[in-house]
């Protein structure tokens, strides 16, 4: 089954400066990898997400890149604010089935 | 709509007791799954419906476990015996199809004494 590791599990950054998250996974037939965002508190809600069919997507101050010959997928984030510090998930949708495989979660937090 | 609905969202229960928690999804949801979150482990899958059948139930963890969808707006996930490794959140989340986005409940945190 599917496998995915993610990277870091904490990351600090001064508000401005850039965070970037890591993923891999494992299942080369994985064609489906979102991102969610958790508050302290509250219930995951996605962010973004990329399918298999493309190399980058981008919404405002959040951008995911995929490589898939890699396995590799990442979340960069621009211009953080303090109102970005959350947890982060990526996940990947294993194979043909409906099954979507998180990752272990990075905690950022933005200072001031 | 309300969203995906979660309940209880606190438990406190004593090893041995029977826990049930349960689900409403989104109306028009097909897929309904169940993850546990814990700090050590992070998000895991339990199980997923779609269009009430049980699909894949491999991330259960024991048979202390059992989860049923009677029908398109209800789901149960039961716990019977209860054991303090069990404690965690545990989401509920509804998806209107394949790779669609999953809506998550608020959760309902578990804590087995």
């Known amino acids: 089954g599917e496998n995915v590791e993610q990277h870091p599990s904490t990351l600090s950054v001064q508000e401005g400066d850039s965070a970037v998250i890591k993923c891999t996974y494992s299942?080369?037939?994985?064609?489906?990898f979102p991102w969610y965002k958790q508050e302290l508190g509250k219930r995951p809600q996605l962010i973004i997400d990329?399918?298999?069919?493309?190399g980058e997507k981008k919404d405002q101050r959040i951008a995911v890149t995929l490589n898939k010959t890699a396995k590799h997928f990442s979340l960069h984030i621009t211009e953080t604010q303090p109102e970005d510090s959350a947890v982060y998930f990526c996940?990947?949708?294993?194979?043909?089935?409906?099954?979507?495989?998180f990752g272990t979660g990075t905690r950022l937090q933005v200072f001031p | 709509d309300a969203g995906v609905i979660q309940s209880p969202r606190h438990e406190v229960t004593e090893m041995g007791q029977e826990v049930t928690l349960r689900c409403k999804p989104i109306?028009?949801?097909?897929?309904l799954f169940w993850y546990r979150q814990t700090m050590m482990r992070g998000l895991e899958l339990l199980i997923y419906?779609?269009?009430?059948?049980?699909?894949?139930d491999s991330g259960m963890p024991e048979d202390r476990f059992s989860a049923k969808m009677p029908n398109a707006s209800f789901s149960t996930l039961k716990i019977q015996p209860s054991e303090p490794r069990d404690s965690a959140v545990y989401f509920c989340?509804?998806?209107?199809?394949?790779?669609?986005?999953?809506?998550f409940g608020e959760g309902s945190r578990l804590t087995v004494l």
């Open positions: 989340a509804s998806s209107p199809g394949m790779a669609g986005e999953l809506f």
């Open positions: 299942d080369s037939a994985s064609n489906y």
């Open positions: 990329i399918r298999s069919n493309v």
């Open positions: 996940a990947a949708r294993e194979g043909d089935t409906d099954k979507l495989i």
């Open positions: 109306s028009g949801h097909d897929y």
């Open positions: 419906f779609n269009n009430n059948v049980p699909i894949d």
